[in-house]
């Protein structure tokens, strides 16, 4: 095999580790969110960002 072939498989793994990874720390995040909570969040949960919170605002003086 030649390089292109050989760059093209290891760009592939990486890939794929980072879609895993991905997955797996959305995972985690959900289910702190859910421990916290007490309940569970099915309907409730953003499924790109993994949180039930919304975006926290500052009150300002």
Do not use: Q
Not at 40 to 50: A, K, V, Y
Request: charged share 30%; proline share 3%; hydrophobic share 40%.
């Amino acid at each position: 095999m030649d390089g292109v072939t050989w760059a093209v498989i290891i760009c592939m793994i990486l890939a794929g580790g980072a879609w895993i990874w991905y997955y797996v720390a959305l995972g985690y995040r959900i289910a702190r969110e859910e421990r916290e909570a007490g309940r569970d969040l099915t309907h409730e949960i953003n499924p790109f960002s993994g949180s039930a919170k919304g975006p926290e605002k500052k009150k300002r003086k």
